[in-house]
């Protein structure tokens, strides 16, 4: 037996175990996990600084973050609503009879999740796929990212302390290293793997979403791709608040060396002065910011690369670019524009350029704006910054980007991803692989469960969830009412 056949065999006697643990065991897990990784920061944070050049006081940021989403799974199931509980009970008078039809939401089994390489806490071994998977029921084998290897090996090891302390089964968490078109690979088309959580490029994505079609019984992906993030800026604000937005939106275009999924890599809006005077501003801020590392050398070249490739195409104009030279693995912080007809002739100048680069797109007219609008692809996000009086007038412009992203912002800047509720952090291809679900906060549980409906069942061969005393008290619709009571 190869190591990947050992990793799923043990992966589905794991998936036997721990999906019929109660959430308070589950829960009781998860809390394990953030208490061992709080005990390890002080070892795991300057280890991932090494490994990922990113500040100290970011990964710390980052750890706490990870601790806290598995700390928000955890109270999640422990209120236990989220099965989406329904239940029809018998009617034995109606002709056909009725039977008695219970409903909720199953994990799928053993889900493999890729470690993302610019979040090398909050997306990768103990990450939000991780997390919200541990929470749904379904065993985690993590493929983890060969850019901070001994930041995911500190993580996993606390991982293990959580399970001893928990007691649950040994292999509920695995962890692998290697190259993902040989590993990556195996362990997405392995038969016993029945989903895969992703975060990185639109290449690495689409590769898994491959394989898995490919397989005789396919699964799904969820993989979180490529996102230029358009913003788009209306008259009246340029006009009043331009030097405020330009000071803004180079902090975000920056944060980070543009190294997040929502960095703002799109700008647009109708020519006037205030836009003149807006992207001259922006050029000037961008003078003044300092060229810093990036995650690995691989990245640094593919944004270099990308960033020639953009700056090459006919029409580009350079607004602004740092005035520090860039040292050895650093990125060199660059805005350009380019005119709307231009930009809708040339595919390649909506391609992401993942680092601090932003393009302007100058739009003759607001019909010009919209049509910019309308050939985009799925997005993440998208951002609208306007007065009231600019918003009121662009009503139609807004119900555009309803239809192109998953976050619609008003009046801030698309990075900085609040983990809740109401997140949503997905969007319509190629933003993702589909965009129904979220990777960040408490829906993104659903990506790794389905529905069972039992039907005709005995009260005491039911789940805890569907029974009729409501042992878990979660709220349920019972006949088509939402109640907590018991039947
Ligand atoms: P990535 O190359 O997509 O890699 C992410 C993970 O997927 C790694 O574990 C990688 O394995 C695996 N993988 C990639 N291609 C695969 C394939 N064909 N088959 C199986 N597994 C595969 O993302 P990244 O390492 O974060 O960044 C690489 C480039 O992607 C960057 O230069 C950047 O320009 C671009 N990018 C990244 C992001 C992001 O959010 N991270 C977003 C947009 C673009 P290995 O360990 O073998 O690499």
Excluded at 196 to 201: C, I, N, Q, R
Aim: aromatic share 6%; glycine share 8%; hydrophobic share 40%.
């Amino acid at each position: 037996m190869n190591d990947i056949e050992q990793v799923m065999q043990n992966a589905r006697e794991a998936f036997d175990s721990y999906k019929n643990l109660s959430p308070a065991k589950r829960a009781g897990f998860l809390n394990e996990i953030a208490a061992a990784i709080e005990a390890a920061r002080e070892q795991l944070v300057p280890v991932a600084h090494q490994e990922s050049n990113l500040p100290l006081g970011r990964l710390n940021g980052e750890l706490t973050r990870t601790t806290n989403q598995l700390k928000m799974f955890a109270r999640l199931i422990e209120e236990g609503s989220w099965v989406e509980a329904a239940i029809d009970t018998a009617d034995e008078s109606r002709t056909p009879r009725k039977p008695d039809t219970r409903k909720m939401l199953m994990p799928v089994g053993p889900v493999v999740v890729f470690g993302a390489s610019n979040f090398p806490f909050a997306f990768s071994t103990a990450g939000g796929d991780t997390a919200s998977a541990l929470a749904a029921g379904a065993p985690v084998i993590i493929k983890g990212h060969s850019s901070h290897a001994e930041t995911s090996q500190i993580v996993f090891k606390a991982m293990q302390v959580a399970i001893q302390k928990a007691g649950v089964h040994p292999c509920t968490v695995q962890h692998v290293l290697g190259s993902g078109s040989t590993v990556g690979k195996a362990l997405v088309e392995h038969p016993f793997t029945t989903a895969v959580g992703f975060t990185g490029s639109f290449h690495g994505g689409r590769s898994l979403w491959e394989y898995a079609n490919q397989r005789e019984t396919p699964i799904p992906v969820f993989a979180e791709m490529s996102s230029i993030n358009p913003v788009v800026f209306l008259e009246d604000t340029l006009q009043k608040n331009a030097a405020a937005l330009a000071k803004q939106y180079a902090g975000s275009i920056t944060l980070g060396m543009g190294q997040f999924c929502t960095n703002p890599g799109l700008l647009i809006a109708v020519q006037s002065e205030g836009l003149d005077n807006f992207l001259s501003l922006l050029g000037a801020e961008f003078t003044r910011i300092d060229p810093d590392k990036m995650l690995n050398s691989n990245i640094h070249a593919s944004y270099h690369a990308a960033l020639d490739k953009a700056l090459a195409q006919k029409g580009i104009e350079k607004v602004g670019q740092a005035e520090k030279n860039a040292g050895e693995g650093e990125a060199f912080p660059t805005v350009a524009k380019v005119k709307a007809n231009i930009f809708l002739q040339n595919p390649h100048l909506s391609e992401e350029v993942f680092g601090p680069y932003s393009l302007a797109v100058c739009c003759d007219n607001k019909e010009e704006l919209k049509t910019v609008i309308r050939q985009l692809k799925g997005q993440l996000t998208t951002t609208i910054m306007g007065t009231d009086a600019d918003v009121e007038a662009n009503g139609d412009v807004i119900s555009l980007q309803v239809t192109l992203a998953g976050r619609i912002i008003l009046n801030d800047v698309p990075t900085g991803v609040e983990v809740c509720a109401s997140m949503v952090h997905g969007g319509p291809f190629p933003a993702t692989t589909d965009g129904r679900f979220t990777s960040v906060g408490t829906t993104a549980i659903k990506r790794w469960v389905r529905p069972v409906c039992f039907q005709g069942f005995k009260d005491n061969m039911l789940p805890d969830a569907l029974k009729n005393s409501n042992p878990l008290h979660i709220w349920r619709i019972v006949n088509n009412e939402w109640t907590q009571q018991s039947i």
